[in-house]
């Protein structure tokens, strides 16, 4: 086993693109890594793409980056791999798309072709060490960012997450696509994504509100789909009364139009496919059934965007 040492030379000379002064992505990474250790939202040798890790590499990016290199994350937590310490583990089907480095630079397609990255074991024994952590990061700060190093704090929690979630379950659809259209970085877009695709299942209490389909794990996996009634490309509209879940094979039915929603909440199922009536899969032994809705009024998805539905996609 290498000791931390070993590792203390790799953080000091990690691969960096030399221009202006040398890109600071990777260390920003890294020390986006180490607090989301310490602040107990990474937990074991698996490193998700998740909002919490973005935002907090966008509050280091903006504390400890005087240079103006762009703010990137796809770039380092794909081209870390360089480094020796660092693997991508490719979801199923993309394990050859994970190798073509240019279709790497967009966060959405890193997301589609990567599950999640881990350290070699050792690396991530040291990061749950807290001296052995402290010293790691007193080598990224000192190394790449001495000028700026007294900004960093690790005792932090980017609330921006809350007021993200707080818009999705609040804000007047109107207001938060004029909100959005603002919006500069991918990033930003990413993590207002993923933050919808994570809350809508919490508020329907992780179950699909037609089947009633209820998986509960406690891996980063996921049996249910937060599903847009309207087309997000279209309106840029990620608030609850927007969204409600379904189960994959529903969630395709309902975007297909195989299926709509009344506007007292029933199920419709379409006459114009055929299907195997005698699976329990079979999808119109759900017609008329009243969906599961969320506990408060307030976030029962908007009739209108069920007519909208219906009219526009539903098979008549």
């Not at 709509?260 to 999808?283: G, R």
């Given at each position: ?34 607090e ?40 380092p ?52 060490q ?22 960093y ?13 707080d818009?999705?379950?609040?804000e ?11 919006l ?8 207002r ?34 599903c ?39 199920v419709?199922v ?29 976030y ?17």
């Amino acid at each position: 086993m290498r000791k931390i040492q070993y590792y203390i030379t790799k953080f000091q000379k990690l691969r960096r693109d030399p221009k202006k002064g040398g890109a600071p992505h990777k260390p920003i990474l890294l020390l986006s890594i180490i607090e989301q250790v310490e602040q107990g939202f990474i937990t074991e040798n698996k490193i998700f793409i998740t909002p919490e890790l973005i935002e907090s590499f966008k509050n280091n990016w903006s504390d400890l980056v005087t240079t103006d290199h762009d703010l990137r994350f796809a770039l380092p937590f794909y081209h870390l791999k360089g480094d020796g310490f660092w693997k991508l583990i490719p979801n199923k089907g993309y394990e050859e798309a994970i190798k073509l480095k240019g279709s790497m630079r967009s966060l959405r397609n890193l997301d589609l072709a990567v599950e999640y990255a881990h350290f070699v074991s050792e690396l991530f024994t040291f990061l749950i060490q807290e001296e052995k952590r402290e010293a790691l990061k007193a080598i990224l700060l000192d190394t790449y960012f001495p000028t700026t190093k007294w900004k960093y704090s690790n005792n932090r929690y980017p609330n921006s997450i809350e007021n993200i979630e707080d818009e999705i379950l609040e804000e007047n659809p109107i207001n938060y696509q004029t909100k959005y259209k603002l919006l500069q970085l991918e990033e930003d877009k990413f993590t207002r994504s993923a933050v919808f695709k994570r809350l809508v299942p919490k508020v329907y209490k992780y179950t699909c509100c037609i089947s009633e389909l209820q998986v509960s794990s406690i891996s980063n996996i996921s049996m249910i789909d937060a599903c847009h009634i309207r087309q997000f490309s279209e309106t840029q509209d990620d608030t609850i009364k927007n969204g409600f879940v379904l189960c994959p094979n529903l969630h395709r039915a309902f975007d297909r139009g195989l299926i709509a929603i009344s506007d007292d909440y029933k199920v419709l199922v379409s006459n114009k496919f055929e299907e195997n009536n005698k699976s329990i899969y079979n999808i119109k032994q759900f017609e008329g059934k009243k969906i599961l809705l969320p506990h408060e009024r307030k976030y029962y998805p908007a009739i209108e965007n069920f007519r909208w539905h219906r009219k526009e996609k539903y098979l008549k």
